[in-house]
């Protein structure tokens, strides 16, 4: 570049700026005058919620919203009954637990491989709650009711939302006997082992970019046009047997074919689904047991579902057990293989189902207990509506966060990435079991210190109000309620104070951890019976995983290598998405209806709210709340999310100090403080090295990415992905 090129640069660049400026300022009047439309929304919105009839459903269809947006709006329309609770809870309804201030120097929590019982409580750990009940120093332990010694100390406030944006409040369970009401069982619904076989179903694996086919019986090439759902169903069946049950798309992504036409991806999706169909195809309306009739929309892992008279087929995502990686069809048939092969010697009767949560579900009910007198064996009791919708609202699932400028530095002098491997397994040992107790403020302080030691151990689910250190300059510890559906953030800010839910297990580490104690105030609590009804499950899914780990690594063809590892984490998706189904959210149905005369749009069926139009055709869905599932299980869900956040921050490893014997530490706050960059779910994102060593258990922590020179700090998903990918790409090539 000259001189005159470079000033006629800034000359285009000067016409860009003028050109620009006015839209912002538009823009900027838009936004204020959508930020204000927004809270009229919302102030009807919980105008119409208290009226006696109101339900969320309806609401939400008038409001264009989902129905958990208006639940967020008022408490008391959501699925669980639970009623809008005030921001600060009495005073007199909290018991303070200041710890380890007294302890030099910190410790962090020390994880044990299963609840303690009762006389099997850490010994420090109780003595620590011993020595601390009686100190009195700012941030000493303190068990004393609040209301018995005076108002709380003032606390900065929240961070306020964005423009349009309104605080979650999360729900509470009403006082007194209303809220007892919530503590049994669901008459006649429990968790027992099926008295029947899966049916298998017949796989064939297509990519559509390159029109390969292959299922048992052979290996074609279509000719799929535009790779419509009309052209793949009349080109794979022209070839393939009617038995073939399950086409899974390997590559080529179909149903994105015109996403740039549509806002959302979703919406593209949804058009694909809905395209039109071979003559005596229609859309599935039932399908034997599982009865899961219709499409499932999702903008990267769709379903489609289709039939001809008594012939079904489901279209699905390869993508919903692993990242093929380019693998062909043929090496991700293989791979299903030797998944299959995997499990069969741990699950006598096991099918692999569609996706791999339907498998880890159906996996986990034939371990239930059935011999005669033994613990459980007439079923695991499923909770209240109430209390699982609580769970629901409460309990958050892995933690997702980018940690950006201001917070870090601009640029970092180096990028690496270190993931706990099968790190649910960890955390499954122990579980609660049966109908939880109630724990309020006034029967955690009446309790010994002995019994509120073991409840912070023992499975649980705390209301609780946090303040952070004044002083504290790492990350956030515990979850708390962000605006918008089912968010979630980390508060760091010393000094805030804030209200939410968490596990026993976070609780323990913001009491525990190995900088600073957190000052934590019991507002109310869920407490299982401790039990171990994923143990069984977990163990054999563990001994797969690790068998076809071993068998990748020395495996001498190239293809049953890559199949091998592509089925471990097929492994993975069954343990972690089977764990997830546990938690029960509520049933949303989608369907589409064909646009009327001139494109009139049909009636939607009550309660549902629209969320895509195409040429023909409309979409919606519709939020049918908690089902009566005896698989539902939300609290073993909320157990093991929980304990798996705590270890992303603390955690004992398999490796040992060669001193004192005892497991080195790993986790965020074993990093320097400014050091961390990002989370999510099971890894971590930091600029400072990492030594821990991997042990190949699993919850260790894996290095698989790794840039030691200067990076610019991603501000942005699409920056932290570049670099993600950038990072595992520079550390494959240092072993090549």
Known sequence: MNSKEFSTGLADLRAVRDELKPLERELAQLQAKVGKLRERRAEKIRELGGFAKATSDRIATAAGLGVIDIVSLVPSLAPQGASETPAEPPATESATLDQLAAQAPAEPIKEPAAVPEPDKVPAESAGAIARLRAATADGAFDLEVLGERGQAEAAPAPAAAGPGEAERVLPSIPAGAEGDRWFHAERDLASKRPNFKQAARGMAFLDTSTGVLVWQGGTVRLDLGRASVAEILTAAYAQAPATVERIYITAGDPWHQGAERHEFLKDAVAAWLNGPLPEGWTVESSRGRDRQAGHLVHPRNPVGRWQRGDQHTEIRSVGEWFDPEGADPATVRAAFVELWKALRPHFEDVVLMGSPSQTGRDLWSRTIPTKAGAKWADGFPVMSQEIRGLLHATAGQGRTELIAPPRVPERVPGWYEVDRTFAYAK?????????????????????????????????????????????????????????????????????????????GAEVNLALRNPIAPWRIEILDGLLWESGDPLKSWSTKLRDAWQALRATAEVHGDEQQKQACRLASRAVRSILLYGIGTFAQRPRITTGSLELGSGGAVPDLPDGARLTGITDTHVTWERNQGFARDQYA???????????ARAALLSVSTSSKDPQTGKPLKAGALHLPAGSILAFRT??????????WEYGGEPGDYLLKGRMPWEQTTPRTDEEFYYLQGLGRQAYESEGM
């Open 682 to 691: 099971d890894a971590i994102y930091t600029s400072a090295p990492v030594d």
């Open 427 to 503: 955390h499954t040992w122990a579980s609660g079991v049966g109908v939880p107790r109630r724990i309020t403020a006034a029967t955690f302080v009446a309790m010994t210190e002995k019994e509120q030691t073991n409840a912070l151990f023992a499975p649980s689910h705390w209301q609780v109000r946090v303040t952070i250190p004044k002083d504290w300059n790492h990350v956030g510890l515990l979850p708390a309620p962000a605006p918008g559906e089912r968010a979630w953030h980390y508060p760091y800010e010393g000094g805030r104070t804030f209200t939410t839910w968490a596990g």
């Open 633 to 643: 299980h939300p609290e073993w869900a909320a157990g093991v999310w929980s304990a």
